[in-house]
Structure formats: C-alpha cells, structure tokens
C-alpha cells in the first residue's frame, strides 16, 4: 500500500506558474505508474498527466499539452507537476494518484488507479 501527499497548491495569476509535489510514502513507490488529475466543481476529475513506473513514459492531454511536465524520483518517492503558463481554467482541486497496474506505460483512466491523495487547490486568477 502507499500513502500520497500532494503540497505546492495556492493562487496564481492567469500566465504564471507552480510546482506541484506528490510525496509517497512505501518501500515499492517504483513499481507504480502515477499520475496527477484534476477536479474542478461541478465538474468529474480528469486526467492531466501520467508517468511510467520507470519515468520513461509520459503522457498529457491536449489541455495541458506543452505548459504542464510531469516527473518522478524514484529515490525520493516524488512526482512533481510543474504548470506553466496557467488559465484560469486550470483551476480546480488536484490529486497525485498511483496506479498498480502492471502493464508497461502510462495509465490514464481515473479506474486504473488505485491510490490517491487528499488533495491540493490551484487557484488562477484572470
């Protein structure tokens, strides 16, 4: 089982930036593909970006695509997100996710994955 934190959250203006972190906790963090998601209210979390067990995978939607980099440590048991050149569509609250699944690549659909965290609001103002 692992255990995610997500920090790094607040409120920016529309065109600026922020770093997201997603800390786990377990020995095994290397055998999970991550991925962080989005849920903004009224709406249903969707996903943002995924990365392999091995960080050679990466994939994004076209909503993100070129402003938000997905990484991970696997030494630090850390998935960062940065967000570049935010929208105030980008608000909402974001989850750091873990995926068991045992395929190679990257998963993207909300049911592949197994563990999440609490939470972190992004907040971007026009």
């Known amino acids: 089982q692992v255990q995610l934190v997500e920090s790094g959250g607040g409120l920016v203006q529309a065109g600026g930036s922020l770093r997201l972190s997603c800390a786990a906790s377990?020995?095994?963090?290397?055998?999970?593909?991550m991925g962080w998601f989005r849920q903004a209210p009224g709406k249903e979390r969707e996903f943002v970006a995924g990365i392999s067990r091995s960080g050679a995978s990466r994939y994004y939607p076209d909503s993100v695509k070129g402003r938000f980099t997905i990484s991970r440590d696997n030494a630090k048991n850390t998935v960062p997100l940065q967000m570049n050149s935010l929208k105030p569509e980008d608000t909402a609250v974001y989850y750091c996710a873990a995926s068991k699944d045992v395929r190679v690549g990257v998963r993207t659909s909300i049911y592949e994955y197994d563990y999440w965290g609490q939470g972190t609001q992004v907040t971007v103002s026009s």
């Open positions: 377990g020995r095994t963090f290397s055998s999970y593909a």
